[in-house]
């Protein structure tokens, strides 16, 4: 079965690092990182800061977790948020606290700065922009340059779920003829785009370019130091183990040892998916992250008879209203024998019918 579902965009899964010579360590240490962190935990955060361009950072178990509590500590500023309407379901739960908290919400036209800059000149508090990094359902970045710059207008602050592409996108060459196609470190959006400062802050799970299942928060020195104080889930809820920060300082090593080359060779497996396609007449666009997706009214369809011929694919909403799409999600493991077995599972699927896919480029 060739499998198109997994976001281990780097191919990393770490099952060769189970049982080392600390295995006796504990997996937890039985309270909340607010007594005490777990070991390693503070050199993972800070090694994702200096990755990512901010002063510091700090470990949570996941970006839920994040969400709701940077939600609820925010809510205490007199703060009110102006949300991007296409931000994944992590980020509106924590929305949905700020509102029941009484902070007020208001969503604007998904990657439209001219949105946000109309709600945000009636602004009453100090507003927070919420953004996510990249958006895979239309296979763009959002205009964190725009949010930033109209953010700093108004006196705010950006928030940025930058899941997605961490690990994936990163610092780009002064000469765009030698920068890779995905920039270079995996430090995500902010890297790509060369954006950092105080009034960013911006939280990433690590469990998909990186296979961690943890997530961390980056942001100024001041601002992490107040939301470590204050935050509920560092003092009711566990932090993440102490395999999954040994996990993730190792993904940090294999990061800065092989990252780039498996962005490449990455990068070079979209390139070959995508070139198939256009060879066969399907119409794409100029997307090259590696969540590709194929629209079609008969999507549903698509993907039952792709698994019927051995090819494991994902079923997505499309940007479409009520529209479907079939995703196939590639990652650094897949070789091209797996593509070309998808190449042919869609050419008896099509019956030499060419569909279309109307995409958006990163």
Request: hydrophobic content about 40%; overall charge positive.
């Amino acid at each position: 079965m060739v499998d198109f579902t997994s976001a281990l965009y780097l191919g990393w899964d770490h099952s060769g690092i189970g049982c080392r010579a600390d295995r006796r360590e504990p997996l937890t240490l039985g309270k909340p990182a607010a007594l005490e962190e777990p070991p390693g935990s503070r050199t993972l955060a800070e090694r994702m800061a200096g990755l990512t361009g901010f002063e510091t950072g700090l470990t949570s178990p996941s970006t839920l977790h994040l969400a709701l509590d940077v939600s609820m500590f925010l809510v205490t500023q007199s703060v009110e948020f102006f949300a991007d309407n296409g931000i994944y379901p992590v980020g509106r739960r924590g929305l949905e606290i700020a509102s029941a908290r009484g902070s007020r919400v208001q969503w604007f036209q998904h990657h439209n700065p001219e949105s946000l800059r109309a709600l945000l000149r009636s602004s009453r508090r100090i507003p927070v922009v919420v953004s996510d990094g990249f958006c895979p359902a239309c296979g763009s970045l959002a205009p964190l340059e725009q949010y930033l710059a109209l953010t700093r207008e108004y006196g705010g602050r950006l928030l940025v779920d930058d899941t997605q592409a961490l690990g994936i996108l990163g610092e780009r060459l002064h000469s765009v003829h030698q920068s890779p196609p995905y920039g270079q470190g995996g430090g995500g959006s902010g890297a790509f785009l060369d954006l950092a400062g105080e009034d960013m802050i911006v939280m990433s799970s690590l469990s998909k370019a990186f296979g961690t299942p943890l997530a961390c928060l980056l942001g100024s020195a001041r601002f992490i130091h107040n939301f470590a104080a204050a935050s509920m889930t560092r003092l009711h809820c566990s932090p993440p183990s102490t395999a999954a920060i040994r996990t993730g300082l190792y993904a940090l090593d294999m990061n800065r040892n092989a990252g780039d080359r498996l962005r490449r060779r990455l990068f070079e497996l979209v390139a070959a998916f995508r070139r198939s396609l256009l060879n066969r007449g399907w119409e794409l666009g100029n997307g090259v992250f590696p969540v590709q997706a194929i629209e079609h009214p008969d999507a549903p369809d698509i993907q039952r008879r792709l698994l019927s011929l051995g090819v494991r694919a994902l079923l997505q909403r499309s940007g479409n209203p009520g529209g479907t799409r079939v995703a196939f999600v590639l990652n650094a493991s897949h070789k091209l024998n797996d593509i070309a077995q998808l190449i042919r599972a869609l050419d008896q699927i099509s019956e030499g019918k060419v569909h279309h896919e109307r995409r958006i480029a990163i």
